[in-house]
């Protein structure tokens, strides 16, 4: 009987690995296609802001975020401003400004480095949005990169989630790169 559960098990094992082995290859596909579509979203188009929405929803949906936010360093060179935002809460996103050095956002401009932040409560970067609630804090997860043109940054591009739908991960902080590449063209 114990090796029959043995064998079992093995078989168990095997078929979880498969299963998980085409999950993963399946989000891959799925990224790849859509870094296909933002790259003709991007060659088709001349109105920037309305590109930078579509590439910004397109990121919420595949890395099944609560928020993504771009912004873009002002002509004064001190000032992040959001140029969009999509997600649960948009319009107080919106009206967020974070100085070069400032939270986690102008500290991933400065540094020019993506981070994934699982515990975003406790990094003592964070600044709460005006308008969200500060205990948000205490559930999301981060994945924040540098969006850089000719080796300097010129912005910065936000994705927020819900610990309890998963942590980020360095496939998903890739995607973002790639992303911010794209966006930054």
Known sequence: ??????????????A???????????????????LAEIANEIATTRDVIPALEKISQRALELLKANHVA???????????????????????????????G?????????????????NLAGDMRRVNVPGTPEEDAKFETLMSCPLILRGKPIGVINAWRLRQDGLFNETELNFLVSIAHQASI
């Open 1 to 14: 009987d114990l090796d029959f559960l043995v064998g079992l098990g093995r078989q168990a094992a095997i």
């Open 16 to 34: 979880i690995e498969k299963a998980r082995l085409f999950h993963e290859q399946n989000r891959r596909s799925k990224i790849i296609g859509t």
């Open 70 to 100: 771009m912004y873009l360093l002002q002509d004064n060179n001190v000032t992040l401003k959001l140029v969009t935002a999509c997600g649960t809460y948009r319009e107080e996103i919106l009206t967020h400004v974070r100085k070069i």
């Open 102 to 118: 400032e939270g986690v956002t102008g500290n991933v401009f400065l540094n020019a480095v993506p981070e994934i932040i699982n």
